[in-house]
């Protein structure tokens, strides 16, 4: 996927300055994540996440796209039998969009914003949506060790479900593959007004920006005369997550 997420700029992670903090993490075996950013932020910079939301399009689209986090184009993506998004190569900055009147308001929150394919609160095709974001894997954690894998803990929601989240690390050929741990679907279809939290431990090479990947299934409720309906993800992650 890296060939395709050239507008994504996310740099290696920020050392760690205070000793206090550096003996926290050594105890724990593990460094918090720089540049694992939340759905609806700007940019993320040389010192991670910016924590800055953008402002939503108006109801039926607008210009404003999230700054970390691209979508699988064109959509919905026909998926590979044998290796789901993962084969999938053309992505395009995601569509931040004023959230649909049935959805979980921004307002929940402050961290984080909806993200969606253009004006994706009202009708859309249903099918697969898959929505990818990077963060860069430090080489080395404070004390030396060298990162194996990475624990990543938050909450999403999502219109319809979430089928799956996916992670590649393509430094030292790494695979790109499903998480293991998480049900399938994580969310179901009625889940777009709440919360799911989620966790899951993932191999990963250091040195080297990986790839996250969600996949939303959008399908229609039994009373709809059509295929089409409103689709997105909402996406924050917590401090727990880590490299370890």
């Not at 010192?47 to 700054?67: E, I, K, Q």
């Not at 402050?110 to 963060?135: D, H, K, L, M």
């Not at 004390?143 to 089928?163: C, E, K, M, W």
Request: aromatic fraction near 10%.
């Amino acid at each position: 996927m890296s060939e395709t997420m050239f507008f994504l700029r996310i740099q290696s992670k920020t050392v760690l300055h205070a000793v206090a903090a550096m003996l926290l993490f050594a105890t724990m075996a593990a460094a918090q994540i720089a540049g694992l950013c939340n759905t609806g932020q700007t940019p993320a910079t040389s010192a991670g996440c910016s924590g800055v939301l953008v402002t939503p399009n108006p109801y039926g689209g607008g210009p404003t796209r999230d700054g970390n986090w691209a979508l699988a184009y064109p959509y919905p993506s026909t998926l590979s039998p044998d290796h789901g998004p993962c084969a999938l190569k053309t992505f395009v900055p995601a569509w931040v969009d004023t959230p649909n009147i049935d959805w979980l308001p921004n307002s929940a929150s402050p961290a984080s914003e909806r993200i969606t394919p253009y004006a994706g609160e009202t009708n859309i095709s249903a099918g697969w949506y898959v929505y990818v974001t990077q963060f860069p894997v430090p080489s080395v954690l404070p004390g030396g060790r060298v990162p194996t894998s990475v624990t990543i803990n938050g909450r999403l929601s999502s219109d319809n479900a979430t089928y799956a989240i996916y992670l590649e690390s393509p430094a030292n050929s790494a695979a790109c593959s499903a998480v293991r741990g998480l049900p399938v679907p994580l969310n179901n279809d009625l889940d777009w007004d709440r919360w799911v939290d989620f966790s899951f431990a993932h191999p990963i090479s250091a040195g080297a920006d990986a790839y996250l990947a969600v996949l939303v299934r959008n399908q229609y409720n039994t009373g709809l005369s059509s295929g089409d309906s409103p689709t997105e993800l909402r996406i924050e992650f917590f401090d727990t997550s880590a490299f370890n």
